[in-house]
């Protein structure tokens, strides 16, 4: 199975003469980015219906995601835990993580849709926003079919983050769409390169990662040029609205990736390792590291506003 894209980077920005009509350029270098994506979709997309082995019973021999990847790695708790149980543990974090990931992915979804509502189906950009969605759909029937795979109940957010999630898919627009969209992809996409590569983890979920990376990779490109795009008309008020808005977003996404059920359902003490996972150092490093591309955007982007900044620090994103 390809591990990457290989995505063709969009044509960079007339100069000189050309440059004076930008309103026009910037028309064009759109649909440009639009077709490029529909064309990457066309060369290299996935069925998870037929490329993941669901046939074949669950080997608990193996981990659900690289073990550097969880939550208690690094902690006491880890050290006292036998490998079984590591292994459980981790297959319930991953089943986590996919329910958290299918929890956004509908929110995505009916951003993006609200967004392309009046726009010319006729464009590349309508018709790459819906291919993008038929991807989204794909993906979160894998995740669910993948999570029931671990051995894993439906893990849902908490109540308070579900409801501001359903209050952000009906009123976020603009770069505060886009650029939530990127935060939730950009940390799925680190830790799950990791995950794909690792032959300690279950080759189905290896497989899941691998679909999913590949397929993003084309979300996140969209979604830092929706993100541009929009902030070119923001003004100051607006962008430090959104600055804090996005990064509220990020907050509740990342914290709600692991639910503390995991731990019970791993038969571990949930009480301690809750305690631990939240003092756990290595866990903080291995999300900074992650997300270390995404907060240069963010900046580059003028979305580092010192209120956004209690949020990020506050997830361990920076």
Same mark, same amino acid.
């Given at each position: 199975?390809?591990?990457?894209?290989? /995505?063709?980077?969009?044509?960079?920005?007339?100069?000189?003469?050309?440059?004076?009509?930008?309103? %026009?350029?910037?028309?064009?270098? @759109?649909?440009?980015?639009? $077709?490029?994506?529909?064309?990457?979709?066309a060369r290299l997309?996935?069925?998870?219906?037929?490329?993941?082995?669901? %046939?074949?019973?669950?080997?608990?021999?193996?981990?659900?995601?690289?073990? +550097?990847?969880?939550?208690?790695y690094g902690t006491p708790y880890w050290d006292e835990l036998t490998e079984e149980q590591r292994k459980e543990l981790t297959r319930q974090e991953a089943a986590s993580v996919a329910s958290t990931g299918i929890w956004f992915e509908m929110i995505l979804q009916q951003m993006v849709l609200r967004d392309i509502?009046?726009?010319?189906?006729?464009?590349?950009?309508?018709?790459? !926003?819906?291919?993008?969605?038929? &991807?989204?759909?794909?993906?979160?029937?894998?995740?669910? #079919?993948?999570?029931?795979?671990?051995?894993?109940?439906?893990?849902?957010?908490?109540?308070? !983050?579900? %409801?501001?999630? #359903?209050?952000?898919?009906?009123?976020?627009?603009?770069?505060?769409?886009?650029?939530?969209?990127?935060?939730? &992809? +950009?940390?799925?996409?680190?830790?799950q390169r990791d995950w794909m590569r690792d032959e300690r983890v279950v080759p189905f979920?290896?497989? /899941?990662?691998? /679909?999913?990376?590949? +397929? @993003?990779? $084309?979300?996140?490109?969209?979604? $830092?040029?929706e993100t541009r795009k929009r902030l070119a008309g923001a003004g100051r008020l607006r962008r430090r609205i959104h600055a804090l808005v996005i990064a509220i977003a990020a907050y509740v996404i990342v914290t709600s990736m692991v639910n503390r059920e995991v731990y019970a359902n791993a038969g571990l003490d949930e009480k301690r390792a809750v305690r631990e996972a939240r003092t756990n150092e290595h866990h903080k490093a291995m999300m900074r590291s992650s997300c270390s591309g995404l907060m240069d955007f963010l900046a580059s982007a003028g979305l580092l506003t010192k209120p956004a900044l209690v949020f990020y620090k506050r997830a361990n994103l920076i």
């Open positions: 199975m390809a591990s990457s894209t290989g /995505i063709v980077r969009p044509a960079g920005r007339p100069t000189g003469p050309q440059a004076e009509q930008p309103a %026009e350029h910037d028309r064009h270098d @759109e649909q440009d980015v639009a $077709r490029r994506l529909l064309d990457s979709a997309a996935y069925d998870p219906a037929v490329e993941v082995d669901w %046939e074949t019973p669950l080997d608990k021999d193996f981990h659900g995601a690289s073990p +550097e990847w969880s939550t208690l509502y009046s726009k010319d189906p006729t464009s590349a950009e309508f018709q790459w !926003a819906l291919t993008e969605i038929a &991807e989204e759909c794909r993906h979160s029937i894998m995740f669910a #079919r993948g999570a029931r795979k671990l051995g894993a109940p439906p893990y849902r957010p908490h109540r308070f !983050a579900f %409801e501001l999630g #359903r209050a952000f898919k009906t009123l976020a627009f603009g770069e505060a769409a886009y650029a939530a969209i990127l935060v939730a &992809e +950009e940390v799925l996409d680190v830790m979920v290896r497989t /899941i990662n691998n /679909i999913h990376v590949v +397929e @993003e990779s $084309r979300h996140m490109k969209f979604a $830092r040029d």
